[in-house]
């Protein structure tokens, strides 16, 4: 896949920009705050359908402006597509390919990045519902249909603490609680295909993360993912061993709704005592592993950095080997800077097959020479042609 063009209107700080892209590796370079971050995260945001820093939209909006719009042209097996969206201050946001409107989260099906940035440092170190937003990202861009069924739990889910929290501010709990039966059919339904699908994912990306954590540092690590799952074990914060509460092999749907269906039956009590759902995939973890001990509580600083980095390699490894867009766009925010000489070449030996790598610094030297063939500088939101 190939990003030839890129124009933004009213993004973060860009008012209006206009870039053409080539393949192979393009460096962009600016000083902090000029605007280079703000570049590459509308790419993403075409991917995963959101922000690697902010949670809200909003933010990614111009001040005093109602919408902002990123539109890029795209080519992949000898095919064009001009893909484009409006990220809108106030409403639902707005999706076109080729100038036909789509739904906004059919937007994956045609542009797929991989971007690692700073903040995932928190993949390693930060709270599960990261790492569940990494997994379920990953997925949607395997298989885009994972959009809707992600977005159908997440709605039941909702909808079914609305009315365990109703029924318990109301008192009449079994009468309120007459149709909880019903939402708990689809929660299954859609909770055990996800399920299923991420333990799948899973499997198939742990030994891609270990070979790209073993470049990168230069060494023999064992690096591994598992699933968490809270419909089969619910011991919670036991990580005294990556052994603990962990999944490592592939579920399938029918395992994983009778799991399912077992564990909403022993949690019915606690369910209605504290009206939330406590049992699902909004529930479950990623466990990474380092030499045999979870890396959320022993790695350090540089190891974290280096598996937070070789998670994105992996899956960006993983898209170009099973995906018929062929290789995603691999982008790579200020990457450079936290690694000393050796790790910075074996990242440019890592990076160097993909059809189109995208790179930030805020100095040029940061970055091995063989990756600065096409360089654009960055400033104050525009791009400076003659530095």
Partial sequence: MLVTHVELKDFRNYESLALELVGGPTLIVGSNGQGKTNLIEALGFLSTLGSHRVS????????????????????????????EV?????????????????????????????LFAPEDLALVRGEPSGRRRFIDDLLVLRSPRFSGVIADYERVVKQRNMLLKSAR???????????????????????????SARSSLVANL?????????????????????????VISRQDDSESAVATNEVGEIISVADAT???????????????????????????DLIFGLNGLPARSYASHG??????????????????????????VLILDDVFAELDQSRRERLADSISGFEQVLITAAVLGDVPERLTAKVVHIRAGAVIVDE
């Fill in 56 to 83: 809200t939209d909003n933010a990614m909006v111009r001040q005093h402006t109602d919408a902002a719009i990123i539109r890029v042209r795209v080519e992949h097996n000898e095919r064009k597509f001009l893909v």
């Fill in 86 to 114: 409006q990220i809108n201050r106030a409403g639902a946001n707005r999706a076109q390919i080729n100038r036909s409107a789509i739904r906004t989260r059919e937007l994956p099906r045609y542009f797929s990045s991989v």
């Fill in 169 to 195: 501010a109301s008192g009449a709990r079994d009468a309120q609680l007459s149709t909880l039966d019903v939402w708990d059919e689809r929660l299954i339904a859609f909770g055990a295909e996800i399920i």
């Fill in 206 to 230: 742990s030994p891609e993360v270990s070979r790209a954590y073993g470049k990168i540092v230069g060494a023999d690590h064992d690096a591994s993912l598992a699933n968490s799952l809270s």
């Fill in 258 to 284: 009778g799991a399912f269906t077992t564990a909403l039956g022993a949690v019915r009590k606690q369910e209605r005592d504290r009206a939330i759902t406590l049992v699902g995939p909004h529930r479950d």
């Fill in 303 to 328: 190891e974290s950095w280096s598996f937070a980095l070789s998670l994105k390699l992996a899956s960006a490894e993983l898209l170009r080997r099973d995906s018929s867009a062929g290789d995603p």
